[in-house]
């Protein structure tokens, strides 16, 4: 079946360092691939996704692009600040289905 | 605010009860879904309904059930509580079935 896979968390980065959270995915045909957000005592929230091979999700300085080939969708962004501190999710919407497959989180703080 | 709406925020309960969550989804949207988040199984998916009807069923136990109204707000019942049930509940809409979800603030449940 589909499945998701995560970075390990936590991680801990200084105010403005580089951020990448690896995700890679399982699926049968060609799903779709999404990242969502927790901030704390909050339920998920959509950041970013992308629908097709080599598209670009972009949200909040975040990005991701969906390699087929690697079957990946990392998130990055260039200049983390503290309120990103929050736990990411990876998700994968596989094709002819209705709910998503989420990945365990990545816990992130990002300290001043 | 997502404008999905879940109660109780908290349950504390004992073993062997029964208890009923509550999920009104966003206005407009027919499909909802449940999930539960634990530490060590992340985020796992119960259960979906689209208008009313259930759509795809995922890692629910048999103790648990859950019906979407005529009026789209839905329940889920967890009865024969055990330790392990005790989790964060979410419920999230969407509009239609593989369509952006947005997630409530979850249900904290604590067996005792």
């Known amino acids: 079946g589909d499945s998701v896979t995560q970075m390990e968390g936590p991680v801990t980065l200084s105010e403005e360092a580089f951020l990448t959270i690896n995700c890679t995915y399982t699926?049968?045909?060609?799903?779709?691939l999404f990242w969502y957000v927790q901030y704390p005592g909050e339920g998920l929230q959509l950041l970013l996704k992308?629908?097709?091979?080599?598209d670009k999700g972009s949200n909040k300085g975040f990005e991701a692009t969906y390699r087929k080939e690697t079957t990946s969708f990392h998130l990055e962004k260039g200049s983390v600040q503290v309120s990103d501190s929050a736990v990411y999710f990876c998700?994968?919407?596989?094709?002819?289905?209705?709910?998503?497959?989420f990945g365990k989180g990545t816990k992130l703080s990002v300290i001043p | 605010d997502s404008g999905v709406t879940q109660t109780p925020k908290h349950l504390i309960t004992a073993t062997g009860q029964r208890v009923t969550l509550r999920c009104s989804p966003r206005?407009?949207?027919?499909?909802v879904y449940w999930y539960q988040q634990s530490l060590d199984q992340g985020l796992q998916f119960l259960i979906q309904y689209y208008n009313g009807e259930e759509r795809a069923k995922g890692n629910i136990l048999e103790r648990f059930s859950a019906q979407q109204f005529p009026d789209l707000h839905s329940e889920l019942n967890l009865s024969s509580l055990e330790l392990g049930d005790s989790a964060l509940y979410f419920c999230a809409s969407s509009v239609d079935p593989g369509n952006k979800l947005f997630f409530g603030s979850g249900t904290q449940l604590s067996v005792l």
């Open positions: 998700a994968l919407l596989g094709a002819g289905s209705y709910q998503l497959t």
């Open positions: 699926a049968t045909g060609y799903p779709s």
């Open positions: 992308a629908t097709k091979a080599d």
């Open positions: 206005s407009g949207d027919l499909s």
